[in-house]
């Protein structure tokens, strides 16, 4: 497979005014590197021994997709397609086969639709901090009760992290909230509703949708906006997600247990994101995704280190494998379900991207419940050769039917 066949492979399909060969890059090409690990956001998956793409396009026009799409056919190349970063396991950018990288960060118009949309411009934020000392098993478990039925525009995070006070272990729960609206009309809502947490003025801050979204990400409050255009992140870090659902709300007992295993296994965090509101009046079986009424929660596991090496990676993997064992009883198990975009390999991945039905069904069913058979029913129609394919992708039954008859 020569560069320059390929090369010509791409210019024949692509159009002539936007050539494609000005942003195609090979591993002996000055940029190669740079983009390839430019969003990269797991340095797990940046290792000398990690499968590097034969080669890169960054497609500024729809006939370099084409293009992509006909050539990595013609050389039995996979496609990973790259957008943004947000991809926990690497399966964007890693393939144990033969493949390119279709990294579509150069592709940036927006557009609008100004009759169809609404918009908010006021929202306010807040962050409130309990320990176990502060009543934060009492908190939380009342919040289970609260937070996907409150006022629809209200969302209340939690994040559960194992942390030292005086030299002694605890768990500090960390509650990020985001309301459309002012802060008198939240406080109204919260000391209505879940006076419990205790919010007063002081801990809301007033500011655009726009600036929350700054907040959101972790920047102090009054960072200029222009930090929202930088595309490569200021740290880097290894690290591991995992997800699950909860149907019924945990016991205080419960919950205590769930500390002693957090401050036991020292490093996994836990993040809850509530459901509810506009996300329960949508039937399950109207999109793919199914995550739908009588979900309280999602859990994210989430677990970061910076040193490098294998030992301290089997270390923090194991760690947060176990958290999630632990969590068997609690959570949903009918299937035991995830969030795709929390991508995860422990749940199943196939060998060689032709997975049988029985095999992918088992992730399948964790990411999209019922509406998994219609996705394969709907794959086998549109791509029976099976080409867009990767680790946790839908089956085609026609593909594998041909395989089998070989």
Excluded at 61 to 78: G, V
Excluded at 133 to 151: K, M
Excluded at 243 to 264: H, I, N
Excluded at 362 to 382: A, C, H, P, Q
Aim: with cysteine; charged share 20%.
């Amino acid at each position: 497979m020569a560069a320059a066949d390929i090369l010509q492979c791409l210019s024949l399909h692509s159009h002539p005014s936007f050539p494609i060969s000005q942003v195609t890059y090979f591993p002996n090409t000055t940029s190669y590197p740079s983009i390839l690990n430019s969003y990269i956001r797991n340095l797990r998956f940046t290792s000398p021994i990690t499968p590097k793409p034969s080669f890169i396009i960054t497609p500024t026009h729809l006939s370099h997709i084409q293009a992509s799409i006909i050539c990595c056919n013609q050389f039995s190349l996979q496609l990973r397609i790259r957008s943004g970063g947000h991809d926990y396991d690497g399966l964007s950018y890693v393939s144990q086969l033969p493949f390119i990288i279709l990294d579509m960060f150069m592709l940036q118009s927006v557009d609008i639709n100004m009759d169809d949309c609404t918009a908010w411009v006021d929202s306010g934020a807040t962050i409130v901090e309990k320990t176990l000392e502060q009543g934060a098993t009492e908190i939380v478990h009342q919040w289970q009760h609260v937070a996907h039925r409150i006022h629809h525009g209200l969302f209340i995070r939690v994040v559960l992290s194992p942390v030292k006070r005086n030299g002694k272990k605890t768990i500090r729960a960390k509650f990020n909230a985001l309301f459309l609206g002012d802060s008198e009309e939240l406080l109204g809502i919260m000391n209505e509703n879940f006076p419990e947490l205790g919010l007063v003025g002081e801990q809301c801050i007033e500011m655009s949708w726009i600036d929350s979204v700054l907040f959101w990400y972790n920047y102090p409050v009054g960072t200029s906006r222009e930090a929202l255009l930088q595309r490569v992140p200021e740290s880097e870090k290894f690290l591991k997600r995992k997800s699950d659902y909860v149907q019924k709300a945990m016991s205080k007992t419960e919950l205590e247990s769930l500390w002693e295993k957090m401050m036991e296994l020292e490093k996994p965090v836990l993040t809850l994101n509530p459901y509810g509101g506009r996300m329960s009046e949508i039937s399950e079986v109207e999109t793919p995704f199914p995550h739908r009424a009588g979900n309280l929660y999602k859990i994210q596991y989430s677990v970061n280190w910076k040193e490098e090496g294998n030992d301290v990676a089997n270390h923090n993997l194991d760690a947060i494998r176990r958290l999630y064992d632990y969590m068997t009883p609690y959570v949903c198990n009918s299937p035991r379900s995830s969030y795709l975009n929390y991508r995860d390999v422990d749940i199943g991945v196939n060998g060689d991207g032709n997975a049988d039905y029985a095999e992918a069904s088992i992730w399948g069913s964790k990411y999209f419940k019922g509406n998994f058979d219609r996705l394969v029913e709907v794959k086998t129609m549109v791509d029976p050769g099976n080409f867009f394919r990767y680790e946790q992708s839908i089956p085609s039954l026609a593909s594998w039917d041909s395989l089998m008859s070989q």
